[in-house]
């Protein structure tokens, strides 16, 4: 890990595919008008960072500072500046922002497909800024959100180690859990119990649905039992079916959710499903290969409705965080932050990844600040 020893802002920097994570000091950035620089408390290593790592994300600008989800406290703004809500951005405030900007509201996808996570324009941070663009990222001490970031403050009853649990994965399983239109009495399994799955399991408990989760690491079942979840143990028997119909009394579930990223789950997650049911897709956000299904059994007979979940929009992230703000949040009602979290100081980013890859924690934290 390579340190340089001017006195900015520290930040990890991915330079490319396969290359280790490295810190570097950074300038600290000039604030221009309607801009907010922030002093990072956490940010996270979801999955996509892994993929990030290993080139399996198309248009990545290497080199990067990663980390798209953080909260922080307020450094210093650029004037008068708001939050999505109308309240006024103060220097000392916690907050957070949607790392999706720069979508530009004007083009077919935003206007004529209501689709705009699928907006050209669209940026995220530690996506797709390169860190010669400056701090935005959250593996940093600080990160400088633009003029065009939608900021909010986190309510009272939302720790920043809360937030940052649910991290990305919240708002994801918002917009999944949407997408399956997901109601009272339905039967839902979700296949994966990394921070997606496990997010997606408490959308989707919150509404109305018997929840069970399916999974084969130890590490990961255990965080969904804690939870207070139903599983389906992958490490015993590799027939989710059986598993499931001997759960439910031979029921099939009325919507199954994706959220392993593994292309083999898909034909198992679909064999899941009830006739005209719904199969949501979520765990691949970056291209992790093929699986092949047959399209009169799997689809067609079936009746089935396949449905993808590309990105979120502000409104997954600002529901996303109304449930984090719920007493009684899990159906165990243990704290996620307490379930799920292994906190990493910044310099230990490299073992956070890879305990990530190898799927040893469930949700890695990185504190930025940790000689705070
Ligand atoms: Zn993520
Ligand atoms: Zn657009």
Same mark, same amino acid.
Request: charged share 20%; aromatic share 4%; hydrophobic share 40%.
């Given at each position: 890990?390579?340190?340089?020893?001017?006195?900015?802002?520290?930040?990890?920097?991915?330079?490319? +595919?396969?290359?280790?994570?490295?810190?570097?000091? *950074?300038?600290?950035?000039?604030?221009?008008?309607?801009?907010?620089?922030?002093?990072?408390?956490?940010?996270?290593? &979801?999955?996509?960072?892994?993929?990030?790592?290993?080139?399996?994300?198309?248009?990545?600008?290497?080199?990067?500072?990663?980390?798209? *989800?953080?909260?922080?406290?307020?450094?210093?703004?650029?004037?008068?500046?708001?939050?999505? /809500?109308?309240?006024?951005? @103060?220097?000392?405030?916690?907050?957070?922002?949607?790392?999706?900007?720069?979508?530009?509201?004007?083009?077919?996808?935003?206007?004529?497909?209501?689709?705009?996570?699928?907006?050209?324009?669209?940026?995220?941070?530690?996506?797709?800024? =390169?860190?010669?663009?400056?701090?935005?990222?959250?593996?940093?001490?600080?990160?400088?959100?633009?003029?065009?970031?939608?900021?909010?403050?986190?309510?009272? #009853?939302?720790?920043?180690?809360?937030?940052?649990?649910?991290? &990305?994965?919240?708002?994801?399983?918002?917009?999944?859990?949407?997408?399956?239109?997901v109601g009272l009495g339905d039967?839902?399994?979700?296949?994966?119990?990394?921070?997606?799955?496990?997010?997606?399991? @408490?959308?989707?408990y919150h509404s109305g649905a018997?929840?069970?989760?399916?999974?084969?690491?130890?590490?990961?079942?255990?965080?969904?039992?804690?939870?207070?979840?139903?599983?389906?143990?992958?490490?015993?028997?590799? #027939?989710?079916? /059986?598993?499931?119909?001997?759960?439910?009394?031979?029921?099939?579930?009325?919507?199954? @959710?994706?959220?392993?990223? =593994?292309?083999?789950?898909?034909? =198992?997650?679909?064999?899941?499903?009830?006739?005209?049911?719904?199969?949501?897709?979520?765990?691949?956000?970056?291209?992790?290969?093929?699986?092949?299904?047959? +399209?009169?059994?799997?689809? #067609?007979?079936?009746?089935?409705?396949?449905?993808?979940?590309?990105?979120?929009?502000?409104?997954?992230?600002?529901?996303?965080?109304?449930?984090?703000?719920?007493?009684?949040?899990?159906?165990?009602?243990?704290?996620?932050?307490?379930?799920?979290?292994?906190?990493?100081?910044?310099?230990?980013?490299?073992?956070?990844?890879?305990?990530?890859?190898?799927?040893?924690?469930?949700?890695?934290?990185? &504190?930025?600040? /940790?000689?705070?």
């Amino acid at each position: 890990m390579v340190v340089t020893n001017n006195s900015g802002p520290l930040a990890a920097v991915l330079t490319g +595919p396969g290359e280790p994570i490295t810190l570097h000091n *950074f300038a600290k950035p000039n604030v221009k008008r309607g801009e907010v620089l922030l002093h990072t408390m956490y940010s996270e290593v &979801c999955g996509t960072d892994v993929h990030i790592q290993q080139g399996k994300l198309a248009g990545v600008p290497y080199p990067i500072i990663p980390g798209h *989800f953080a909260v922080g406290t307020v450094e210093e703004t650029g004037g008068d500046v708001q939050s999505v /809500s109308g309240r006024p951005i @103060i220097r000392g405030d916690i907050v957070t922002f949607l790392d999706v900007h720069a979508t530009c509201h004007r083009c077919w996808q935003c206007q004529v497909n209501k689709a705009p996570t699928k907006c050209p324009s669209r940026k995220v941070y530690g996506v797709s800024h =390169s860190s010669n663009e400056g701090l935005l990222g959250g593996w940093s001490e600080m990160i400088l959100l633009q003029n065009d970031v939608a900021i909010t403050h986190l309510p009272e #009853n939302v720790s920043p180690l809360r937030f940052i649990a649910g991290g &990305c994965a919240m708002p994801t399983a918002v917009h999944a859990v949407e997408r399956g239109k997901v109601g009272l009495g339905d039967i839902v399994v979700v296949q994966g119990a990394g921070p997606v799955g496990l997010c997606t399991g @408490i959308v989707a408990y919150h509404s109305g649905a018997r929840v069970l989760i399916a999974d084969k690491s130890t590490v990961r079942l255990e965080a969904a039992h804690t939870l207070g979840f139903e599983v389906l143990d992958l490490s015993t028997s590799d #027939n989710a079916q /059986s598993l499931l119909e001997y759960a439910t009394q031979g029921q099939r579930a009325d919507v199954v @959710i994706e959220a392993t990223g =593994s292309p083999s789950a898909i034909q =198992s997650g679909i064999s899941l499903v009830r006739d005209a049911g719904r199969y949501v897709v979520v765990g691949h956000y970056s291209d992790a290969g093929s699986t092949t299904i047959n +399209p009169h059994l799997d689809i #067609n007979k079936k009746h089935l409705e396949i449905l993808g979940t590309w990105g979120v929009e502000y409104i997954h992230f600002h529901k996303a965080i109304g449930l984090l703000a719920r007493k009684e949040l899990t159906p165990s009602g243990i704290k996620i932050e307490d379930a799920m979290t292994t906190i990493y100081p910044l310099h230990e980013v490299n073992k956070a990844l890879s305990d990530v890859r190898e799927r040893r924690v469930v949700k890695a934290v990185i &504190c930025a600040n /940790s000689g705070d």
